[in-house]
């Protein structure tokens, strides 16, 4: 597989001198720049290198976990379903939480319920 990372590290050095630290929660889940990345870590996708992420613990500011999301259909124990996101079923890939600063949050899309929200962070804790 092809990957950009020329493109992505324009955007990121973008990101990195113009972006916004945006104010979040916890169980919010926003479109977010994850980036190309290295192998088989999970990428963005399209002009922003975007996927929806879920926010699981907010340190400041600046910095907090997410788990990124996907409409892949697998269903084992790192890919915990979060129920419909923006019309598409999603699943939260939660051997992919990873810290990222705010100014990669591109818009909110929405909420998860509580109930979903302690299954995932189950999930996470039962992986460590």
Request: aromatic share 10%; charged share 25%.
């Amino acid at each position: 597989m092809n990957k950009d990372f020329d493109t992505w590290n324009g955007l990121k050095k973008h990101i990195h001198t113009n972006g916004i630290n945006c104010f979040y929660h916890e169980r919010e889940i926003w479109w977010c720049s994850l980036g190309i990345n290295v192998g088989y870590e999970e990428d963005g996708k399209g002009s922003q290198a975007e996927r929806p992420v879920l926010i699981i613990k907010g340190f400041n500011r600046q910095l907090c976990w997410v788990v990124p999301l996907s409409t892949s259909s697998k269903h084992d124990k790192y890919h915990i379903p979060v129920g419909h996101i923006e019309n598409d079923s999603a699943s939260a890939i939660v051997s992919h939480m990873r810290p990222i600063d705010t100014k990669r949050f591109i818009n909110k899309i929405g909420y998860l319920d509580q109930e979903t929200f302690n299954n995932t962070k189950q999930a996470i804790k039962d992986l460590l």
